[in-house]
Structure formats: C-alpha cells, structure tokens
C-alpha cells in the first residue's frame, strides 16, 4: 500500500506537467506581398523585374478601355484567359528597341490595327504551345 501512497501522486505530476497543452504565442501568416503593380501605359511584362513591355507586345484582348489587364501578381484576367502577345517585343526574344517610360500614358489613337500576335500568354507567366497544351 506504501507503494502506491509514492506512486500515484508521481504519477499525476507526470500527468499533470506532460499532459497539459500550452498555448502558442506564434502567429502563422501565408501569402506574398508584392507591392503595387509598376504603371506602365502598354502593360509589363509577366516575369520579374516586370519592366514595362512596349506597344506592340500585347494584344487589345489585354486592355479594358486602355487600361492594362495586368500580368504576373497583378493579373486580373479570368483563370482560363489566354491573350496573344507579340515576343518579337520582349527582350528574352532579342527585342532591344526603346521601352515606354512611367510617365507615358496610353495612346488611344494607337488602335492595334498592326498588331501581329505570335504567341498566346495567361498572364501568369505561362504560354500556350501547339494544340493547346501549355509550356513554361
């Protein structure tokens, strides 16, 4: 019986300090701040540093009453657009024409009617290949 007045009491401290939960004090936060999209008057391209694409890259399918859509963390187009781009205009493609500054605004005059798209983009970063399929 002596056993068990020593026993039971050490076992209910055990309970009592490995049993017991102690809340948290860290706060766990998900998500990526990625500041304000740059303000470019014919869009940015949808890869880091996100320079300012110039007139001719994209498409009309991305401006609503000239103003640009976006692209990358900013891109406000459904989850199924594909939108056409001209990469002739991108420097990844060789492009090393002149660049709109911040301070242009969008020309409304400039209709695309030569624009000539040879690629299919969602904005995200990714492009449309052959036969629908997507490449990165």
């Not at 002596?2 to 039971?8: D, G, I, S, Y």
């Not at 050490?10 to 706060?27: D, E, M, N």
């Not at 498409?59 to 990358?72: D, K, L, T």
């Not at 205009?89 to 242009?104: I, K, N, T, V």
């Amino acid at each position: 019986m002596r056993k068990w007045n020593v026993l039971v009491p050490a076992i209910a401290a055990a309970a009592l300090a490995f049993g017991t939960a102690v809340p948290s004090q860290a706060q766990v936060s998900f998500g990526v701040q990625v500041g304000a999209a740059p303000v470019c008057p014919y869009g940015y391209y949808d890869y880091s540093p996100y320079q300012c694409a110039p007139y001719g890259y994209y498409g009309p399918e991305w401006f609503s009453n000239g103003v640009f859509i976006g692209a990358g963390p900013w891109f406000h187009g459904s989850h199924d657009f594909y939108g056409h781009v001209d990469n002739r205009f991108d420097g990844r493609h060789g492009y090393h024409g002149s660049y709109p500054s911040h301070e242009e605004h969008f020309d409304h005059s400039r209709n695309f009617n030569n624009f000539h798209g040879n690629e299919m983009r969602d904005g995200r970063g990714h492009e449309r290949g052959e036969h629908g399929h997507d490449s990165h």
